[in-house]
């Protein structure tokens, strides 16, 4: 049973437009959810949390909305650049030290 | 120094073979953890060190053996593994205390098991 899941397995996107990708999770008991980025080659990178607490979180392009009713939250990118092509991990924490990660969005971006 | 390192990055190995798995971090992190990735998957937990001792360990098979000999140093030991255990495998790390789900990857093992 997944309890995150990333329903689109790749987003194509033109240079400059927004990106975004989407989450949902089951586990009503997650407290804290986060972003990882993950160029081939690399371990994943943490990008955005967000704490269920609150409903937006921004760092510079990066911005991530949390609909705790629906069980969903949403990556926005603008601009999307070339630089952000890679695949991105939702994941979600309910205390202790366990995160449950989705399946993953291939991101395209391209120039 | 906020890297986590991983050795070697490449292993090939036969099923009768034994081999480890090494993982270094110098940021003071007391948690350790040990994920497997599987092409178009998402990272899977093995195991889970806190303050050096095992808090996690997520029904993995024993041919895995995980160690870790001191809050910086973190292995996995590797023996009769299967063809179907070739995956990356990725090592992180975090604060522990208030853990909101930060972790920092290493860059991975990638293991083929021939």
């Known amino acids: 049973d997944q309890q995150v899941k990333q329903n689109s397995p790749s987003l194509s996107v033109q240079e400059g437009r927004i990106s975004i990708l989407n989450c949902d999770y089951t586990?009503?008991?997650?407290?804290?959810f986060l972003w990882y980025k993950k160029y081939p080659a690399e371990g994943p990178t943490f990008l955005i949390s967000i704490s269920s607490i609150k409903d937006k979180n921004e760092d510079g392009r990066f911005t991530v909305f949390l609909n705790k009713s629906a069980k969903h939250l949403s990556l926005h990118i603008v601009p999307s650049q070339p630089g952000d092509s890679a695949v991105y991990f939702c994941a979600a924490n309910n205390a202790g030290n366990m995160l449950t990660f989705g399946g993953g969005t291939r991101l395209m971006v391209k120039p | 120094d906020t890297e986590v390192t991983q050795t070697p990055k490449h292993l090939v190995m036969g099923m009768t073979n034994k081999k480890s798995l090494k993982c270094e971090q110098h940021?003071?992190?007391?948690?350790m953890y040990w994920y497997k990735q599987k092409a178009k998957k998402p990272p899977e937990l093995m195991f889970v060190y806190s303050y050096e001792k095992l808090s996690i360990n997520e029904s993995v098979p024993s041919r895995f053996s995980p160690e870790c000999p001191n809050s910086s140093l973190l292995n996995l030991h590797l023996h009769a593994l299967q063809p179907e255990d070739s995956a990356l495998y990725l090592c992180?790390?975090?604060?522990?205390?208030?853990?909101?789900?930060?972790?920092?990857f290493g860059e991975g093992s990638r293991l083929t098991v021939l």
């Open positions: 992180a790390s975090s604060q522990t205390g208030g853990f909101t789900g930060e972790l920092f």
């Open positions: 940021m003071g992190h007391r948690a």
């Open positions: 586990n009503s008991m997650f407290d804290y």
